[in-house]
Structures are given as structure tokens and as C-alpha cells.
């Protein structure tokens, strides 16, 4: 990070604004006066302006192709009509198809060469086009029609520049300096054309007219040090930088500047003490320090600093501002990058007790609730950001899955309800909502309607493996179309071949089909693919060694279920009779 990029970044723009009385865009509605043909007749005439005000309502309101329609029979009438072409022009323009727009624009200036809009439009296209020395050219022409507007001659010099046309762009700036005096934009444009022309003297001469004007401006030193760094002088470029310091002592911008300089000099320790002299520098505002941390970490591989120093600068920043509450996300974001969510989601809950209003945070803290399955935490918190942000379809889903998960499921067919009104064409988000509609009602009971959201799951997602996967699951148990419940199983074990939940679930779906071999095969997968400690996985492999004639095996596997802590109702039954009981499913 330099001190340029914080305080002297160039941009394209309107600079002379107590010189012109010109237009503060590039491209602009004109007035719009409807031609008269000479050689059309009054029937005509009338029929084109009545057409002509028609295509303009209809592009005002956004029905694009009948606007197209009437300016081309507009055309039609009257081929020479240049504002119609305009009109056509700035639709096509506005549909980024450059080509057709500039053909229009330069048959409308031969027609009517003293109109600036159609120079101004086409102006652009050329600019967007890379024509530099046409575009140019036509702000020539602008400044032939309106000689007193200096941003015309503004755009042209650099427009040349763009072009490598240093030369005129040079006598453009020139004569533009005549009519503004000495100006800080125009010195370093002329500086940088300098030293692409390697004419390092002429620069630096450029810079020293600013400073001679003012030598008690720091930035002029700024830009004369930056300078010097760019020629390789780095001796040079240190005393400027500290001719700031000795103007200004309290400059914060500078140690920006410096410890770039100490970077690239390859004194990182050095450098380092300029950053922190930067963030503790309370007169320098907490937006300029908070650009330089977000590009210093937004790729941790390119960055200067290791996280330790990362803390140690976040640190200050928070001392010199601690009224900011923006540090609060800038810590929970540091912490992300390091996975420590607990503490992140922590910065994140301060931030909104000082701004509930911001939905993206909002956002990431639920997201961090159900990451850190935090149920009751995420419950509570949709619930609230809800009442806060009613028409957002996303924090319905989420208070939703904390409601299923808190085996609250009539909250969840009710909020999913609520939220459907809200999703409209998010693909993902129906989807989501579904699910979360079938497991609650086949929770609740609700059979027929928990596998219809299933269908319809399956319908809108059809590699939506988990959900497919519950859906033959829940078939199997209640023994209900398992044709169904094998086919959907298998698939969804040929996409997840080592997933133990799906293996699982394909084995007791075989299971229910009396193959019990091959059902033993996927349980035995499924267990050596890291379902040995799960007690749902090693009663079922009981069940099934029970029904291949294996009962001191299936007894030992019960065992194991039972002390895990879990099982179905029927485990303690099973494991005291040493035989294979049905659980029945209501």
C-alpha cells in the first residue's frame, strides 16, 4: 500500500468545475427536437411525430423492442432523421452492443454535425473501443462548438494519452494550462507522460512547479518522492518523503508511503514500524487504515505481515478508534480466516448491539450458529433478525433449522409457510424449504404430506442426495414401497460410495427386502467407513447378522449399541431376549 493509491489516486473525471458550465456527464438525454424533413409531406410529418413521441414513452418505460419497432418506422418515414438514430443508437448503446450504436451515431453527425450529444455518445463508444485518437478527435470538435468548456479540452488531452499520442497530449495539457493556470491534475498527467517518454528531468521539473507554487503542501513532496521511487532513486525518494515528516510531522498518510519504501527496500522490520506509526496516528481516519488491513488480507499469501502482526495492528486500530464499530466484523473476519468461529460469532454479537440494522451481518451469525450447532442460539437469533428483516426468504430457512432441530415442527411447517412468499425464483431456497417441510411433517406424523415434499425435493433437486437418502430411509421403516425406497438408496450409494449414513440406509432398505447377504455387505461398508462408533449403524448390522443365522454376533453388536447411548425402543428388549424384534413404526 503506497501513500498514492491512499491520497493521489488519478480518476477519470470533471475537475474544472468553476471553470465550465458544462455537462457533468459523458453521456446525456438532449433536448430532444423532432426534425422536420423537407421532403416529407404533413401527413408524414405528423405521422413521425406522433411515432416519434410514442417510441420515447415506451422506452421511458422500459418496453425496449416497441420502442425499436417505432424508431425504425420512424426511419422508415424519414431516413434522414438523425435524432431517430440517436434514439435507436442509445438502445443499442445501453445493450452494450457498441457497433451497432457508433453506426448510427457517426451516420447522425453527417447528417447534423453540430449536435454535441451524438459527438458526446460516440465520444464514449470510441473511448470503451480503445479509439482513442477518434474519440479525441471528436472532443476537438466539442471544443470547437463550446471553446470555453475545459472539460472537453480535459477528456481530449487525456484521451490522447491514452492513445500514446504523448506529443499532442502534451500540447493539449499545455493549452489547457493557459486557460486554468498551474493545476495539480494537469502537472502530474504532463509528470507521467515524462516518464513514459523517458524524459525523468521534464518530470521532475513538472513536480517542482507544484512544490515552488507551495512549499508548504506535503503531498507535492509526496508525489516528487513517488516519483523518484519510479525512476529508482531511492536515496532521493527518502528525503522527500521525510521533507513531509519535517512539514508535517503529524502526517499519517506518509508512513504508508514509507514503509512501502522500506519494503521494497527489503526492511521489513523498518516497514513494520511505519505501519503501526500509520494506525496509531489518531488524526489519520480509520477508513484509510481499515483499505490498508482489507488489502493486506484479503490474500493471506501475498500479504506483508504474518497474523501475529495482523493482531498486533488490529490492536491498535482498535485503541485509536475504539468507537468504530466496523472493528468488531474486521475482528470476527481475522478470526474466521484462522476457523475460530466461536470467537468470531462473538465480535459479530457486539457489533449488532450497536447496529441491528445490518442484515449481512445478521447473516454470517446465523450462518456461525449452524455451523457451531448452536440450535437454540440460531433459533433465537432468526427469530429475532426476522421481526427485523420480514421479507428476507433466507433467515425463514434458517429459523427453520433451528426449529427441526429443536423438535419444534409445527414452528417449522409455520415459518416456512410464512417465508414461501418470500422466496420467488431462488431455486436453491425451494428446495430448502421443502425439505425442511417434509421432515418436520413426517415428524409430526403427517406421512402422506412429509413424502409429497419429498417428491417435490427430488422434483426441483435431483442430486439432492441427503434428502433422497432420508426419503428411502423413512420408506424403509414403515416397510412402504421399497422398490421405491431400493432405487432411491442406490443411486444416492453409487454417487457416495463411501458415505456410511447412505450406506446405512441402503443396507436396511435391503434389509427390509429379506436380501440380507447383500444387506450385510453395505452395513459392513458403511462400519468400516466410519459408522463403527454410531449405535443406529451396529443395531441394524445386529438385526441383519440375527436374520443370517448369526446371533452371538447380532447380540454383541446390540451390546455395543446399547452403550453408546442410544438405539431404538426396542434395543433393551432385544439385547435381554437375544432375538430380533420388530420396531414398529406409528
Known amino acids: 500500500m503506497t501513500l498514492k493509491r491512499l491520497t493521489y489516486l488519478l480518476v477519470f473525471a470533471l475537475i474544472f468545475t468553476s471553470c465550465s458550465t458544462a455537462q457533468k456527464q459523458l453521456v446525456a438525454e438532449p433536448v430532444v427536437e423532432v426534425e422536420k424533413g423537407d ?124 492513445a500514446e499520442n504523448y506529443s499532442e497530449a502534451l500540447t493539449a495539457y499545455e493549452e489547457l494550462e493557459k ?83 522500506y519494503i521494497e527496500q527489503g526492511n521489513k522490520e523498518k516497514a513494520f514500524d511505519h505501519i503501526k506509526m500509520a494506525f496509531a496516528n489518531a488524526d489519520l481516519d480509520a477508513e484509510s487504515k481499515i483499505q490498508y488491513y482489507m488489502l493486506q488480507t484479503s490474500n493471506a499469501e501475498n500479504s506483508d505481515w504474518s497474523n501475529e502482526q495482523i493482531d498486533e495492528l488490529l490492536d491498535i486500530l482498535h485503541k485509536t478508534h475504539p468507537d468504530d464499530n466496523r472493528m468488531y466484523t474486521i475482528y470476527a473476519e481475522h478470526l474466521m480466516r484462522q476457523n475460530k468461529i466461536e470467537e468470531a460469532r462473538n465480535y459479530l454479537k457486539q457489533y449488532l448491539e450497536t447496529d441491528k440494522e445490518n442484515f449481512v451481518i445478521w447473516q454470517q451469525l446465523l450462518f456461525m450458529d449452524n455451523d457451531l450447532m448452536d440450535f437454540e442460539s440460531l433459533y433465537t437469533n432468526s427469530k429475532e433478525a ?35 412468499t418470500y422466496v420467488l425464483d431462488n431455486q436453491a431456497l425451494k428446495v430448502q424449504f421443502e425439505l425442511y417441510k417434509a421432515e418436520a411433517n413426517y415428524n409430526l406424523g403427517r406421512v402422506k404430506e412429509a413424502f409429497k415434499a419429498f417428491d417435490e425435493v427430488i422434483k426441483l433437486d435431483p442430486n439432492n442426495y441427503m434428502a433422497i437418502n432420508n426419503y428411502a430411509y423413512y420408506l424403509s421403516l414403515r416397510g412402504q414401497d421399497l422398490e421405491k425406497a431400493e432405487r432411491l438408496s442406490g443411486k444416492v450409494v453409487q454417487a457416495n460410495p463411501e458415505n456410511p449414513t447412505y450406506l446405512d440406509t441402503y443396507a436396511w432398505v435391503l434389509f427390509q427386502r429379506e436380501n440380507y447377504q447383500l444387506a450385510k455387505f453395505y452395513i459392513e461398508s458403511a462400519i468400516s467407513n466410519g459408522g463403527a462408533e454410531n449405535s443406529v449403524l451396529l443395531e441394524h448390522y ?42 414398529k413404526i406409528p
Open 39 to 162: 421532403q416529407l409531406s404533413d401527413d408524414q410529418r405528423n405521422e413521425f411525430e406522433y411515432l416519434f413521441i410514442e417510441g420515447l414513452k415506451q422506452k421511458k418505460l422500459g418496453n425496449i423492442q416497441n420502442a425499436v419497432s417505432i424508431f425504425s418506422r420512424c426511419l422508415e418515414i424519414d431516413p434522414n432523421s438523425s435524432v431517430a438514430m440517436y434514439e435507436m443508437a442509445s438502445i443499442h448503446y445501453a445493450n452494450k452492443d457498441l457497433t451497432s450504436a457508433s453506426l448510427l451515431l457517426e451516420k447522425a453527425i453527417s447528417i447534423n454535425s453540430e449536435n454535441k450529444w451524438y459527438k458526446l455518445m460516440l465520444a464514449e463508444i470510441y473511448r470503451q473501443r480503445q479509439q482513442f485518437n477518434e474519440a479525441a478527435g471528436l472532443y476537438t470538435e466539442l471544443s470547437t462548438l463550446e471553446p470555453e468548456n475545459l472539460e472537453y479540452r480535459y477528456y481530449k488531452a487525456v484521451l490522447l494519452s491514452m
Open 179 to 261: 486557460k486554468t493556470g498551474l493545476n495539480e491534475q494537469i502537472s502530474v498527467a504532463k509528470q507521467q507522460i515524462y516518464v513514459s517518454l523517458e524524459q525523468p528531468d521534464k518530470a521532475v521539473e513538472e513536480i517542482n512547479r507544484l512544490i515552488e507554487s507551495n512549499p508548504e503542501e506535503p503531498q507535492y513532496y509526496g508525489l516528487m518522492a513517488e516519483l523518484y521511487q519510479q525512476l529508482g532513486d531511492s536515496v532521493q525518494a527518502l528525503n522527500y518523503f521525510n521533507k513531509i515528516l519535517d512539514i508535517d510531522p503529524e502526517n499519517g498518510f506518509v508512513h504508508f508511503s514509507l514503509a512501502n519504501y
Open 386 to 420: 426476522i421481526e427485523l428483516f420480514p421479507n428476507q426468504a433466507v433467515l425463514y430457512a434458517l429459523h427453520a433449522v433451528g426449529a427441526l432441530q429443536l423438535k419444534k415442527y409445527d414452528e417449522v411447517i409455520a415459518v416456512i409457510e410464512e417465508g414461501e
Open 542 to 583: 445386529g438385526d441383519i447378522l440375527y436374520k443370517l443365522g448369526e446371533t452371538d454376533k447380532a447380540l454383541e453388536n446390540w451390546k455395543k449399541a446399547h452403550a453408546l447411548g442410544e438405539g431404538t425402543e426396542v434395543l433393551e428388549q432385544k439385547i435381554k431376549e437375544s432375538r430380533f424384534i420388530e420396531n
